[in-house]
């Protein structure tokens, strides 16, 4: 793994509802799509099928992952898809008994997807087996492939993601990153702002953090504004709207800690429903870094330039480091490694927008994970809505809180944020599968379904 993981990785424009079972399996089929092309074997391939393994399988097409393969197969990107399309696309290939691989109609039937919740490869639990076929059924090309967390997918024939030129600031961990800070004199942010301009290019890297914090604030905006229900059977009213009305009729500083919650509600509702959001480092935890960001701006005077560089900037670099030692999958962590490390991640920019130090940044990066230790992922029905939403909200309240506490201090404490990384991580390993992402434990069995 390379000692730094762009910010352009981490935050990638996609849909919902899920980075690791929407967003992943999505790239995955549309790589699989072009390599039965480049392969040569377009034209011979009568149908294709699919296995779903481990998490996947338990909870696959609660989280769209069905759409999302079914999608990615026709040649659409996470990036670039329409989503209302995506949300059709399983029904529309049951209803024509037909899906497409790149432009070529090929024969579907349901049974053309298999479901293995129970058997867990050894790489990761998330993961797909894609096979062509050609009339005779005869495999012309088969591939496996790995949705690693936060959209990232890797393939047992090769990384999906190629690797790139090293960083100027390379670093492995947080005390490392912090020693660089202070042998070189600059900030996190800087320091960042040069690993970054030195992989992209500066006029590539302003566009691209501009468009992430654009769609960020569009995914607020839009959220706050969309009434109704949730997909699925549990029938989950939406509230950011309702919650908007009535702040608005509030003295605005005395709600701040409100809005605060209300933009984080807004944006996993937007993502529950399958439309456009940040993966911010994955969907499930994608209201988070969007909501203390646009806090920011809203009610600390920080500007939209400084939040879409540095606060971004700087809660990628800890998340970074999360990805780099512990995991940002909830299939590998549990929600820890999603809502906590989202959780970690803003405060971490928070502080470094509202002037802490990289000692202060450390330390509420620190506090903010240290409190989400152990956290369990037990999404009801497989749906990323109960408690996922709720608790993006309740995570961007422990952020602003974390920074808070950090920000009174001189950045001196006892914990290192490597510290609580590690204990993560080691958690996560300990952590019965019960909790990672199969709704097989947790609210997931004890929430009555009607
Ligand atoms: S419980 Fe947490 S890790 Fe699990 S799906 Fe929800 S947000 Fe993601």
Redesign the pocket.
Known sequence: MPDYISALDLFTIGIGP?SSHTVGPMRAALLFAQAVRAEGHLGATHTVTVTLFGSLGATGPGHGTTNAIVAGLSGDSPELCNPEQVLAAWDTAILNNSWKVLDKEIAFNESNFSFQPLIRLEKHSNAMKFRALDVDGNVLLEQVYYSVGGGFVEADHQLARTARPAAPHSFINAEHLLGMCDESGLTIAELAYQNEVSLHGEELLNQSLSAIWLAMENCIEQGLKSKGVLPGYLQVTRRAADMAERLAKFDQNEVSNEWLQAYAIAVNEQNASGMRVVTAP?N??AGIIPAVGYYAMKFKGVSREVVQRDYLLVAAAVGSLYKRNASIS?AEA??QG??GSACSMAAAGLAAVLGGTSQQIENAAEIAMEHNLGLT???VGGF?QM??IE?NAIAAGTAVSAVRLAMLGDGSHKISLDTVIETMRQTGIDMSSKYK?TSLGGLAVNVVEC
């Open positions: 899920s994955t499930g935890a909830g549990g929600c999603e809502v992922c037990d999404p990323v408690p996922c608790r992402e």
